[in-house]
C-alpha cells in the first residue's frame, strides 16, 4: 500500500537517506527544507518538495495546506530537520551573555520548535490507525557533550513524544524517537570533522565504526512499518554502542 510521507529535512543527510527509502518502497514522499535549492537538487524519484521555515508558524500553516492539497492524510511524519547552529549566522557583539541566548535560542528553534509546529499543525491529518511519527534526537541529549544548548533541545523532544505516544495511542497512532550517534556524510560538521575527534568518536563505539545516514534510515523505516505497530514512545539509540541501557 502507497503512504503518504512528510520528512522534514529531507534534502540532505539523513533526511535525504530517509526519503530514498520511503520511496523505493513506493511510498509518496514530501521534502521540507528551508533551502529550495537543495530541496530541488535532492533527486529522489517523484518526491514533491516545499520550501519553508518550519520555525515560522505562518510557514508551517502554509505547508499545512500544501499537505492538504497534495496528500490529504499523513501516514508517517518524519522529523529530521535541526542541526547544532553552528552553520548559523553568530551572534551580534562580543557580550558573553549575548552568545549564550544566542545558541540557545537558535538550537530550541532549529531542533524542538519546528519539530513541534510541524506536528501540531499536520497532527489532524495523521492517518487513523496506522499513523506513525517519528523524531529525530540524539546521543548528546544522553550525555551532554559538544553544544550544551543543541544536547538539551533534542532532550526536549522526548517528553513531547512521550505525551504524543499517550495522547495519540488510543487512535491507532504511534510516536518514537531515534537517538544516533557520531554519524558521518552530513553536514552536521560543516566543511568536515577533526580527524582527532573523529577517531576518539569512533572508539566510543562497540562496533569500530561511523555511524551512515542509512542506517539511521534504516531504522526510521522500521519503526514506520506494520511490524512495529506495537511499539510506541520509545528511544531507539543507533550509536554502536556508545550508549547503552536507558
Do not use: C
Not at 77 to 103: F, Q, T
Not at 143 to 159: D, F, N, S, T
Not at 196 to 203: F, N, P, Q
Amino acid at each position: 500500500m502507497t503512504r503518504n510521507v512528510v520528512i522534514s529535512g529531507g534534502g540532505s543527510g539523513i533526511g535525504l537517506a530517509t526519503a530514498r527509502v520511503f520511496a523505493a518502497d513506493g511510498d509518496r514522499v514530501l521534502l521540507l527544507g528551508r533551502r529550495k535549492d537543495v530541496l530541488e537538487r535532492a533527486g529522489v524519484p517523484g518526491a514533491l518538495t516545499y520550501a519553508a521555515d518550519l520555525a515560522d508558524p505562518e510557514a508551517v500553516r502554509g505547508v499545512a495546506g500544501f499537505v492538504g492539497r497534495e496528500f490529504g492524510a499523513v501516514d508517517v511524519l518524519v522529523h529530521s530537520a535541526g542541526g547544532d547552529g553552528l552553520l548559523e549566522p553568530p551572534a551580534d557583539g562580543d557580550d558573553p551573555l549575548d552568545a549564550v541566548a544566542h545558541s540557545w535560542t537558535v538550537n530550541f528553534r532549529l531542533n524542538l520548535l519546528t519539530a513541534a509546529l510541524l506536528t501540531e499543525a499536520l497532527r489532524g491529518r495523521l492517518a487513523e490507525p496506522g499513523g506513525r511519527v517519528l523524531f529525530l534526537s540524539s546521543l548528546a541529549a544522553y550525555q551532554g557533550r559538544g553544544q550544551v544548548a543543541y544536547a538539551a533541545a533534542k532532550a526536549g523532544l522526548h517528553p513531547y513524544a512521550h505525551a504524543l505516544a499517550r495522547t495519540l495511542g488510543p487512535h491507532g497512532i504511534t510516536v518514537n524517537v531515534v537517538a544516533p550517534g557520531y554519524i558521518e556524510d552530513t553536514a552536521f560538521f560543516g566543511d568536515g570533522i577533526d580527524g582527532e575527534l573523529r577517531a576518539w568518536l569512533i572508539g566510543q563505539t562497540l562496533d569500530g565504526r561511523a555511524g551512515t545516514p542509512g542506517d539511521v534510515a534504516a531504522t526510521l523505516h522500521w519503526l514506520a512499518s506494520p511490524g512495529a505497530a506495537h511499539i510506541t514512545s520509545q528511544i531507539v539509540q543507533v550509536n554502536g554502542g556508545a550508549e547503552r541501557g536507558h
